[in-house]
């Protein structure tokens, strides 16, 4: 469970980027955040692994108190929350599974770490999760020479392997086109479903925000202007988010959803 | 566990047997090497050798690194030297490499002469550069002059190799192009290949420049030109001092050099 | 069939020469590229622009006063001492002690240079192997993006720029007095050497990486270090290999010297023949020297594609 009580976040130049925000999120939800470009919404997901520090009020992460986490428990903290970024952020000229390997050593002794030091159990798990999002016959291939969807199922798998409670995903698919795009939110789904893994997104786009999520979070300055079910949101709720009307440019699937 | 996941982790590539034979060789040639070290052995007189020679660089003769006439050693006077021998070298063997460079190129020439080219640039790479002024100095007698001779002759080695690479490198379009309208071999090295080449091949000149005021210092060994005669004469009647005095003068100089050399080639190589 | 093969063979041989290792060009296309970004602004509205830089006529008229001041202090002042003919005359002489290379070559003379060779190889091997141990290590702390202050990593870098300063012989030429002559004082030099260069063509490397996985790889609960390993040792692998072996063939070159300040190794030899004008013993000493370095820069350019 992730308890946010009135948090604020104040970047060391002074922006305002999270305003006295107070939500719950339980185990296995699926919670989409929109808003516009800046609201605030990456800040929102470092805050839940410490990427970034909490300035006001308190966090509680899987019953650890975050502000207070700090070194050798931190770290401890960090190995149950996987993460996956916009830009995939995996390891160039390294193989598939060596990059989902990567999320082992955390649980490493430093020598094996230093000489690459798999187990057995470590490579069986780095293929299962490599098979759960469909890429298990890439597992050889280098990472850098997959294309941009199959990339970000690596990093997909690479949380897997965390054997995660929550999944963070920054923008997972606003570098991907479409289709692809529509994959792996459904991959996200069915991890979200099968294993009760918590899901918090950002999402860039709202029609895939809305196909997705059980839950939006929709942010605007930095403050919370709407939480609830994705049935609620409407046409005037979404222009209290973005502070305007949507444009196609906040629609991924405009130009199929006409079909 | 599916079968499938199991059938994968057999196709693992096996790398840990090449990688200890590896890890072993590697040991073995360097423990080999090591047992066959030999020193002078390492006497108290070392220790204090040592610490006379950090004492001397806090405390150098400073009348000969402040000197800048002629009369008596002027350490400034001794780089200005070395730095001249290192540039007027650099300039001939960048002069001297530009043929042996497009006689080598496998674009221009094929690979049959690109291949006899390169074995030339390797045999002329081999001279080692005390060699080299040893001999132009039976036809200068020794000073500076032997010692540009040398750094031109012995820099052309690298540079063509580089000037090679970048021949290679060169679009290949523009010779297509130029073959389409019939140009002679000639034509097509002066229209379709200078242009590209020359902001390129001054940097790699001003780099090989770095290197060849690094050679420069140590020519004055077997008398040709520079500071490397008054260093190691210093050095070998223990002066200490003045022996810092001239680790300073190439410090100073060689840092300044460097500085400048990267700033204008970074600008030069991205500035098209 | 004939033009197949022959199709097939400039194929291969193209691609060959895409994979030879150079490692000098990738490091100046790197600075260029460092200073290409350093360059470029990019406008509100989106687009990029890039600053020009053009070889100006200021930059030659420089360049030429000072190759003219150089001039006159070196050839100037030569022919103003001596007269131009006896330059002239003196030619042969250069191109005489070659062809005595050549005329009196003797193979016999090849048992006494097999050993010092060896020691010669030995020492550039060795050196190589100490300085780029230690330099991986310290291109981390000379890494503006790793170590997060400017202050460390400067001090690093300047002190780097101070070890650069002194060719190879130098070093062996100072260490002579302290370790007594032998090859260990080759190796010291050689590992000293090739510290200073790797660890700057390395930093550079770093300096330019995409830190985006470690940054990952620190947020599923790995330690810096362990995030170092994973994730930016295997995208600096290749350079380093290729910069370390392409450090071995400078070395070799330079330790062959080396024994003129008492380091050991073939340079020795060099001084003795060059001293008693034995250009056949030189020629036998060349020739071997050639076919080391030969073997060494084939070995190595193997490698060097094996691993990557
Ligand atoms: N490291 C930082 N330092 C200072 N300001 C930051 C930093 N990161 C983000 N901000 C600012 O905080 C606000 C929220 O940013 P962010 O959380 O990235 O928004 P979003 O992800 O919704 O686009 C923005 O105004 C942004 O400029
Ligand atoms: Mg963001």
Known sequence: MIQFSHVSKIYPNGTVALKDVTLEIQQGEFVAIIGLSGAGKSTLIKLINKMTDVTEGSLIVNKSDVRRLQGAELRRFRRRIGIVFQSFNLINRTSVINNVLAARVADMNFFSTLLGLYSRDDKLLALESLDNVGILEKAYSRADQLSGGQQQRVALARTLAQKPSIILADEPVASLDPITANQIMKDFKRINVDHNITVIANMHHVDMALKYANRVIGINKGEIVFDGPSSQVNEDLLKKIYGREITDEDIMFKKTLGE | MKPAILEMY??????????????????????????????????????????????????????????????????????????????????????????????????????????????????????????????????????????????????????????????????????????????????????????????????????????????????????????????????????????????????????????????????????? | MNEKQKKRSTGDSESERLKRPRPVKAFLDRLAARNLAHRTTTLSNGATIVRPFSWSLTNSLIILVIFLFFWDMIVGAYFDKYDFMIFVRRIPNFLNILQKMWTEFDWSYFDFVVDPMVDTIQMALLGTAIGAVFSLPVAFLASANIVKSKIVSGVVKTILSFVRTFPTLVYAAILAFIFGYGTLIGVLATAIFTFGILTKMLFEVIETLDLSSFVAIEATGASKGKAFITSVIPQIMGSFLSFTLYSIEINIRSSAILGYVGAGGVGIMLDENMNWRRYGNIGVILVVLFVSVLIIENISRYLRKKLS
């Open chain 2, 10 to 272: 057999d196709k693992r590539p096996r790398t840990l047997v090449r990688n200890t034979i590896l890890f072993v060789l590697m040991a073995v040639i360097l423990v080999w090497s090591w047992e066959t070290m030999d020193y002078g052995g390492i006497n108290e007189n070392g220790a204090v050798v040592a610490r006379n020679i950090l004492d001397a660089l806090i405390r150098p003769n400073e009348a000969w690194l402040f000197n800048f006439t002629a009369t008596g050693t002027s350490i400034p006077l001794l780089m200005l030297e070395t730095v001249a021998i290192g540039f007027l070298g650099t300039i001939l063997g960048a002069i001297l490499a530009l043929p042996f460079a497009f006689l080598s190129a496998r674009n221009i020439v094929g690979p049959v002469m690109s291949n006899v080219g390169n074995t030339i640039i390797s045999i002329i790479r081999t001279f080692p550069i005390f060699i080299l002024g040893l001999m132009f100095i039976r036809v200068t007698g020794p000073g500076p002059l032997a010692g540009v001779l040398t750094i031109g002759i012995a820099s052309i080695g690298m540079i063509s190799k580089l000037y090679v690479e970048i021949i290679e490198d060169i679009d290949k379009g523009i010779l297509l192009a130029l073959d389409a309208t019939g140009a002679t071999r000639f034509q097509k090295i002066r229209y379709g290949i200078i242009p590209q080449l020359t902001a390129n091949f001054i940097s790699t000149a001003i780099y090989r420049f770095e290197i060849n005021v690094r050679n420069a210092t140590i020519l004055g060994l077997v008398g040709a030109g520079g500071i490397g005669f008054t260093l190691i004469a210093a050095l070998g009647a223990y002066r200490w001092k003045d022996a810092a005095a001239a680790l300073w003068g190439i410090i100073v100089v060689v840092l300044v050099i460097e500085i400048i050399s990267t700033k204008i080639r970074s600008k030069l190589v991205s500035g098209e």
